[in-house]
């Protein structure tokens, strides 16, 4: 199924809107599935995980981590990750970057905003991003580079609501862009958008979607 899946969730993502299939939790047949499917994008939010996978996978794949990240989990996959959604503290990203540069490398991450309305999700606020941007710190930082921002809406099924916290990530987004990145051209990212809720990111301004259970199905986390 996972290719069927793979093929209908394509035909809805315009060019220009990267889709990251996020794996999580299914077994690595299914990815190779994917991946069978010209698929090369996959995204976790399991260090671990992501690194058990790595290892067994073809290596042209794209890994972006999207979950929360633990300081002490970085060393997992700071040799390969192609992006790192999911930066939600000054902390983190000064732990990236430490570790990045262990490995010689230059990651690529995401600030990822609080945008729901429940209090569970992890993410910065504005004066959070605006401290760290300010800093002498992050000025010094060599092995990250801020490519734009990810958040999650709120779980619900009032899409009126959906779409007011997509408009205030992309504001989120603009206000950043012309504040500090108006000459970067790497600048450019807004991560929203997941099964339920991508087509309304899309049309928001979402470039990357992180897809999951449309393509691989329902997620287990009892086994
Ligand atoms: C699990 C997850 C997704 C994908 O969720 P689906 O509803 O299965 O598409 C997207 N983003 C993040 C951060 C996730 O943890």
């Given at each position: 199924?996972?290719?069927?899946?793979?093929?209908?969730?394509?035909?809805?993502?315009?060019?220009?809107?990267?889709?990251?299939?996020?794996?999580?939790?299914?077994?690595?047949?299914?990815?190779?599935?994917?991946?069978?499917?010209?698929?090369?994008?996959?995204?976790?939010?399991?260090?671990?995980?992501?690194?058990?996978?790595?290892?067994?996978?073809?290596?042209?794949?794209?890994?972006?981590?999207?979950?929360?990240?633990?300081?002490?989990?970085?060393?997992?996959?700071?040799?390969?990750?192609?992006?790192?959604?999911?930066?939600?503290?000054?902390?983190?990203?000064?732990?990236?970057?430490?570790?990045?540069?262990?490995?010689?490398?230059?990651?690529?991450?995401?600030?990822?905003?609080?945008?729901?309305?429940?209090?569970?999700?992890?993410?910065?606020?504005?004066?959070?991003?605006?401290?760290?941007?300010?800093?002498?710190?992050?000025?010094?930082?060599?092995?990250?580079?801020?490519?734009?921002?990810?958040?999650?809406?709120?779980?619900?099924?009032?899409?009126?609501?959906?779409?007011?916290?997509?408009?205030?990530?992309?504001?989120?987004?603009?206000?950043?862009?012309?504040?500090?990145?108006?000459?970067?051209?790497?600048?450019?990212?807004?991560?929203?958008?997941?099964?339920?809720?991508?087509?309304?990111?899309?049309?928001?301004?979402?470039?990357?979607?992180?897809v999951g259970s449309k393509i691989f199905g329902?997620?287990?986390?009892?086994?």
């Amino acid at each position: 199924m996972v290719k069927e899946n793979l093929e209908t969730v394509r035909k809805t993502i315009p060019s220009g809107v990267l889709l990251v299939a996020v794996s999580k939790t299914k077994p690595v047949e299914d990815i190779q599935e994917a991946y069978d499917a010209g698929q090369r994008v996959f995204g976790e939010n399991h260090a671990l995980e992501m690194r058990d996978k790595h290892e067994v996978l073809p290596k042209d794949i794209d890994w972006h981590f999207i979950g929360h990240l633990q300081t002490n989990k970085i060393k997992y996959i700071i040799s390969f990750a192609r992006m790192i959604h999911s930066i939600d503290t000054f902390n983190l990203l000064q732990a990236v970057n430490k570790e990045a540069a262990k490995h010689d490398r230059v990651v690529d991450c995401l600030l990822q905003f609080h945008i729901a309305e429940e209090e569970t999700k992890f993410g910065l606020d504005i004066d959070e991003a605006n401290e760290i941007l300010q800093s002498d710190m992050y000025k010094s930082m060599k092995n990250v580079r801020i490519c734009g921002v990810m958040g999650m809406a709120t779980n619900t099924d009032d899409m009126n609501q959906v779409r007011k916290e997509f408009k205030h990530l992309k504001e989120i987004f603009t206000t950043l862009k012309s504040k500090y990145f108006a000459d970067c051209e790497w600048f450019k990212e807004i991560s929203m958008g997941m099964s339920h809720d991508y087509p309304i990111a899309i049309e928001e301004g979402s470039t990357m979607v992180r897809v999951g259970s449309k393509i691989f199905g329902e997620r287990n986390y009892n086994i």
